[in-house]
């Protein structure tokens, strides 16, 4: 099992900056797929971001160009830089570990207009 812990989010205005952090147990997580999701107020949860363990990434649409997915192996951290915020990119984000199921509690992004 890989337990996962998120962080920083918080509350930017539109066209600003945040990252976000999702820290894993274990020393297996530099071979493991990592994802980004994130769940707005009344809509399901929807995939943002994806990182292979041989580091190719995929985007959804809505973030394309906007948001960054990287990895540090050394520090068992996958790491979401988003810029250029929108209002609608408020939500809770989560980190996933498709291969155990393992989800993080989630972390809060609101962008004011």
């Known amino acids: 099992q890989v337990q996962l812990v998120e962080s920083g989010g918080g509350l930017v205005q539109a066209g600003g900056s945040l990252r976000l952090s999702c820290a894993a147990s274990g020393s297996i997580f530099r071979i493991n797929d990592m994802d980004w999701y994130r769940q707005a107020p009344g809509k399901q949860r929807e995939l943002v971001a994806e990182?292979?363990?041989?580091?190719?990434?995929n985007y959804a649409d809505s973030v394309k160009g906007r948001f960054t997915i990287s990895r540090d192996n050394f520090k068992n951290t996958v790491y979401l830089q988003m810029n250029s915020l929108k209002p609608e990119d408020t939500a809770v984000y989560y980190c996933h570990a498709p291969l155990f199921g393992s989800w993080g509690q989630g972390t809060q992004v609101t962008v004011s207009s």
């Open positions: 990182i292979r363990s041989g580091g190719t990434t």
